[in-house]
């Protein structure tokens, strides 16, 4: 041996706490300058992204998403020499509190968060608290294909956007049902509760706070108000009586769900796997592909279709954003600029890989890019968002919480 | 100095952080910082949790289930090594027992959900020819208010566990000449058994008792798949709020983990309650002397349940892992219709990244706790600083609910722009793998014959010396073992790594747990089989490790030996 230590024990000393000293020690110092977004061109900030590693907090539980988001990831280190990790969230919220924390806790750089994927009141509580990096949709040279003339891009859930969150693509709330055992689809939220008297313990919704759970509530509170204007306001003491046929709907129905009720799926996908399983005959999804993929990979049975009800289908868009206290925001911005690529949003898009509903103006597209979806259209591997006949807005973020509160307190207990 | 040295690392790796969870959840609990502002103590957040619709609730579940399955493991565990000892060794449970030991929380939890649920195969199993069912009946589990499947999935984890460490305690009780004499007085074997030898083991195995009632109080794993949903049990309770984006609620989370330990003291209390009572009834029993018959069919027909439960356990994670295998299976089929790859096809590339952080941070976890419970178990014979203060800190992490402990060290870490980093992933590890460890290392340790030991620095070998040269071969074997559970223990830990790792690092637990409950229960049994790969190699390991030969340590010793510490 070349060092002779003096002891064992001082070995043991030096390796411990040279472990701690580095983690102590680790230099946040990565950025040299502050990065101004009004005197800094595109080129400029692709490559000062270069070699940074930026972590994406994104819904993890979707193995199809999932694997799209690890296709972006190869695109982009093949491209622009990025590291994409991805943070696998079981509910957005989560991130959001953690950059909350952090902000609580003074870490004003350095954050842990680079990208989140969010909308409505997660966005609307991270704007609320200026924890959000931008403008930042203007300066994405791919923002000019987006389909600027889109309520939803233009409001989140009643809340101006404001360039602070990225279009990525579009939801609508749409029903899969085996049509083996529900040959006429209810139309409306009474022809459902007829149809559950009828078929008692075959139908259940996943439970609030779940996105999808909540979702539904607020697609029976604007089906029972016929969309009042009053729902794009905050939930006043004056309003908030147009809750109440939704937790009087709830209570009739809750009965003749699935286990009268006891307990509810934890989310839209444990609720997928109960149509699977055959123990339910309808399931909700934001995700108009879902059906037909599930048939396709086996999971579903054939005879499981997807339809809006005649009252209408809730329909928001999703964003992605980038915290004010993110360590990598170029690296951030590029990967959000790549996401409105068109190649990127039309394999989003594609059926056999997510079935997503495209963020893009597909006629202002050159024509290259528009016939990469022209050949999914004829491939019959696209779904458009003209598809769907009524699609509702998002009433206030403030309902949301409104509704998840009083069910909670209602049906938690 | 050495003595100095060690007793350092042990506080900063252990201590410090035991002080800095308190800190982190007595501070913001009273008030004391709110929103990053020193304030006035105040009670505020204790009323706001108070406040909280079905808490009571919540807290009556968490306490009544960690109870009952405690009382469920340690009754069949006692019923069934009667029956194993009666019967001499049985091979074959103790190694479906080993596995299902080694097979971590979560699958043993989806695998018992699958089995459960009315779509489950046990129903499948018996439909239609039997219940006539076409289509999966509506009742309800798993996800039951009454919490029996929550229980059913903790026994069938904790069984395997009581198991263990009653086998070990009969060892060292050696119960034949006690059970002769008392078959000569005319008792029966079970009544002996029950009335002798029980008593012994008990004492024996109090402390795993209690941390099974401390885990189980506290379970999140298990809970978040089988527990009860409206309300949850308070751990998950907790862990919902963890995901609440309401920032003033910091303080109410920060009470929440401390009632959390409340709860868990309070189930030790009644535990000791249930001890008195129950050796008051002994004492009355055993003071009659009456030779019961009636013994034998109890005492056999509890093992027969216990032995049918491992079984179920073993086939029901067996069946999980059959499924990541099958393209479509539906109700009410008992086989899988068409059988495919497709899953490991598609998440292979999810697999591969977390099985090497799985086996990174395992490994190296499992050496530097050992490494340190040896280094520690070493100081301990010569001071009293580890003798005394050394086992009780090692004992609060198990004793403490995972959740509490977290959420106090994770206010300290963001503080210390540590979350997200892999060492302090590493560390929080190590705070969970150090005390088995010790556990596993401080018996066989402390028998070494003292008369070696004095021989060899008689003869002139340094400590250092001695404890290579004498102590390390002698407990080649021990260490081997634990390596191996040290690794799985870090293996199966879930909220350490998502707290200390924010969610960055995946390893086979975390993907396991971000689909559980939820998703195509087709991805879970492939991660589950990849899960019931670690035990393996660490069986292996433990096997392989003491035939290195510790020759080239000896040849560098002599030279060493004169510079050596004194």
Redesign the interface.
Known sequence: ?CV?P?????W??LV??G??G???C?P?SKNETPLNLSEITWPQIEERARGQTV?W?AW????RI??YI?WVGAEVKEKYDLTL?H?????T??A???I???K????TD?G?VDLIWINGE?FS?LKANNMLFGPVSGVLPNYQWVDQEQPAFIEDFTIAVDGLQVPWGLSILVWLYDSQSVTKPPQSPDELLLWASEN??RFTYP?PPDFVGTSFLKQLLIAFTEQDSLLTLPVSETSKHLADPVFEFLDQLKPLL???G??????S??LK??L????VDFSLSFNPADGISGVL???L?ESVKTYTMKTGALSNGHFVAIPQNASAKEGAMVIANFLLSPAAQAKKADIEVWGDMSALDIDNLEPEAQALFEKLQQEKRLILPNQFERSLAEPHPSWTKYLERVW??R??? | MNKTATQLIFISVFVLPMLAAAGGMLIPAFGIITLGQWQAPSLSAWINLTDTPGLGQSSLLSISSGLVATIISVVLSQAFVARRYSKGSSKGFDSLSRFLLAAPHVSVAVATAFLLAPSGWLVRLLSPWMTGWERPADYLLPNDPWAGALILGIVMKELPFMLVVSVAAINQIKPKPLLDTCQSLGYSFAQSWLFIIVPGIYKRIRLPIFIVLAFSVGAVEQALVLGPTQPPTFSIKLMQWFSDANLSSQGTLAAGSLSLILLTFLSFIVWRLLEIVITWLYKMRVSRGQRQLFWAPVLWSISYIAGLLIIIAVVSVAMLSVLSFTQGWRFPTFLPEHWSFAVWDSNIVLLLPALSQTLLLGVTAAILSVSLALVCLEMGQSDRFFEVYGKWWLFIPLFTPQVSLLFGLSLGWTLMRMDGMWLTVLWSHLIFCLPYAWLMLGDSFNAIDSRLIASARTLGASQMKTFFVIKVPLLKQQIANALALSFLVSASLYLPTLFAGGGRFSTLTIETMALAGSGDRRVLGALTLVQLMLPFIALLLAKWLPRIRLSHLRANESADTAGAMN
């Open positions: 041996m002779k003096r002891s064992f024990y001082t043991i000393f411990v706490f472990l701690s580095l983690v102590a680790t946040p972590y907090n993890g539980g979707d193995q999932n694997a690890r990790v943070v696998k969230l079981n509910d919220s989560e959001v509190a953690r909350l924390a952090e609580a806790a003074g870490r350095d842990t997660n509580d008692p313990g439970a699935w286990r009268e006891r307990t509810l799926p934890t989310n996908l444990a796997q109960l699977a399983d055959g123990e990979s086996g999971q049975a909670l307190e049906y938690a207990q």
